[in-house]
């Protein structure tokens, strides 16, 4: 099976591969018939965001709420990154939770679901949590 991924920019009038020398050997390799798939770049939370989420998010929420931050960073998987989808077999079909992991969370999610916990937490409990540009992590 060939599978290979390359960078590109895209420009109105088409797009520009980053890396040409790699784009010519997978050229070259490529079989009689492919399936060309174009999605957006991911962009993975920063080591930043990381800091900040566990060093201001869920330790101020773990100690004003009396959770270890391990808890605390459970609960708010919970609240904010669940949803579900139906397993299908036949005429049986299972509805089933899944919470997505932080790790897999792109910059702008991240920042997204930490806007989300602050919004809730001053909300619910009167607990403000200083935004990334109110502190040094």
């Keep these: 099976m060939f599978s290979r991924v390359l960078k590109a920019k895209n420009y109105k009038n088409g797009i520009t591969f980053l890396d040409t020398i790699e784009l010519k050997k997978a050229l070259n390799q490529l079989p ?7 999605r957006d770049e991911k962009h993975p939370r920063s080591n930043q965001q990381n800091k900040y989420y566990w060093g201001v998010v869920v330790e101020t929420l773990a100690k004003e709420l009396g959770y270890s931050r391990e808890e605390m960073h459970e609960i708010l ?13 036949g005429v049986t079909e299972k509805e089933v939770e899944i919470i997505r992991s932080t790790t897999d969370l792109t910059t702008k999610e991240m920042e997204e679901y930490c806007e989300h916990i602050r919004v809730w ?3 619910e409990f009167s607990i403000r949590i200083l935004a990334p540009h109110e502190v040094d992590v």
């Design 121 to 123: 937490a001053v909300h």
């Design 77 to 89: 998987k919970a609240q904010f990154l669940k949803s579900y989808t139906t397993i299908h077999r």
């Design 32 to 38: 009689d018939y492919i399936e060309v798939v174009l």
